[in-house]
C-alpha cells in the first residue's frame, strides 16, 4: 500500500539540496564566530503549589522552545514535549522553566508536528500520566510503536473534545522527517483550544466536520491598553521577572488560546483567524536566519506579527527561541526584531507578551 505524503496549502518547497545545505553550514561558521549569546532567556521560579493544585482556572507556563503547560478548562495540557538538554550537537541555552521531575500530572499532550525539537520521546516517557496524545495524521502508528497507545491523529479542521475543551488541529506551512525514509509522511499544524460549556459522557474524541466554519463567540477580552500588560521586549539579559502573573492583563475565565506549532508566513493564518476568536496567540519567532534557507518553513519576527494580525488574536506570546541554536539568529536578536516591528506596526506593547521561562500566567487573574 502507498502510504500518505502530505503537502501544504501553497506550492512552496521545503526540501533543500545538499548545495543548499553546504551553502549554509559555510555561512554558519562564519556567522557563529561573531554571533553574541550572552542574552539568555530569563528564568524564575516556578509556581509548583499552584501548578498541581489549580483545576479551575485557565494558566499558562512556558517550559521554553515550544513547550507549553496550559492549564484549561480543568485539563493540564502540554505542547510539543521537550526536556532534552541538547539538540543534535547543541547544547541547550536555558534551562527548562519546570523541570519534567516538578510536572503536575499531564492530560492532554498536543504534538504539532514530528520533528525532533517538537516531540522528544525520552522528554514524553517521563511525563506522568494519563497523558492523553493528540498528534497531527501520519504519526500515531509511530508513537503507538515507541509504546504510546493512548493516540489520536487528526486532519486540519478536525477536532477532539476532551472534558471541557475542544481541539482543533489547523494548518501550518512546515514539513516533517524524523528518519531518511518518512518525509512528510506525517503532517504538520497548529492547535487551537476552545473551553466548552457542556461536559462529555465520556472523555473520547470526535472529529468533526473538516470543512465546518467555527462560529465566532464573545472572547471575553479585556481591554488591553495601558501599562498593565507592558511588554518586556527590551529588557536586560537576566534581569528578575514576575514569579507570578501580577503586571499581565487579565484575558478570560474561558479563553481561545491558539498555539501555532512551526511555520512559514502562509495565507492559512487569515483562515484561522476568520474560524476562531482567539484571544492569546502563541507563535515562533526564531530560527529563520538566514532567510534564503529558512523562509518558507519558520516565519521571522515581522512575519509572526503580521500572522498575529491575521489570526485576529487579542495577545501574543513570542515562542520557538531562546533555547536551542537551531538557525543563525540569537535569542536577542529574535527579541529586537520583533520589538522593531512591534512599533513600526503600532501594535499595542501591551499586547505582546514576552514570558521568562517558569512563570505562569493566571489568564482570568485569580
Known sequence: MRRTRFDNLDPVRTEKTFQQFKRWRQERIRKLRTKDYSYTVPNVTPDLEYLHGNRHHPSLTWIGHSTFLIQLGGLNIVTDPVWAGQMAFQRRLAPPGVPIGDMPPVDVVLVSHSHYDHLHIPSLRKLNGPKRLLVPAGLSSKLRL??????????????????????????????????????????????????????????????????????????????????????????????????????????????????????????????????????????????????????????????????????????????????????DDTPREALDRLEAGR?????????????PHGETWRLDGV
Open 146 to 327: 515507541k509504546g504510546f497507545f493512548d493516540v489520536d491523529e487528526l486532519n486540519w479542521w478536525e477536532s477532539a473534545r476532551i472534558g471541557d475543551v475542544r481541539f482543533t488541529f489547523v494548518p501550518a506551512q512546515h514539513w516533517t522527517r524524523r528518519t531518511p525514509w518518512d518525509m512528510n509522511r506525517s503532517h504538520w499544524g497548529g492547535w487551537v483550544m476552545e473551553p466548552v460549556a457542556e461536559q462529555p459522557e465520556t472523555a473520547r474524541a470526535t472529529k468533526a466536520d473538516s470543512g465546518r466554519p467555527v462560529p465566532a463567540r464573545e472572547s471575553g477580552r479585556s481591554d488591553l491598553a495601558g501599562d498593565s500588560g507592558r511588554s518586556a521586549l527590551a529588557g536586560d539579559s537576566g534581569r528578575s521577572a514576575p514569579a507570578a502573573s501580577s503586571g499581565r492583563p487579565v484575558v478570560s475565565r474561558n479563553p481561545t488560546l491558539y498555539f501555532a506549532g512551526d511555520s512559514g508566513y502562509f495565507r492559512g493564518f487569515r483562515e484561522i483567524g476568520r474560524r476562531f476568536a482567539i484571544d492569546v496567540a502563541m507563535m515562533p519567532i526564531g530560527a529563520y536566519d538566514p532567510e534564503w534557507f529558512m523562509g518558507p518553513q519558520h516565519v521571522t519576527p515581522e512575519e509572526a506579527l503580521q500572522a498575529f494580525e491575521d489570526t485576529g488574536a487579542g495577545l501574543f506570546v513570542p515562542m520557538h527561541y531562546g533555547a536551542f541554536k537551531l538557525a
Open 343 to 355: 512599533a513600526a506596526r503600532g501594535i499595542d506593547e501591551g499586547r505582546i507578551i514576552v514570558l
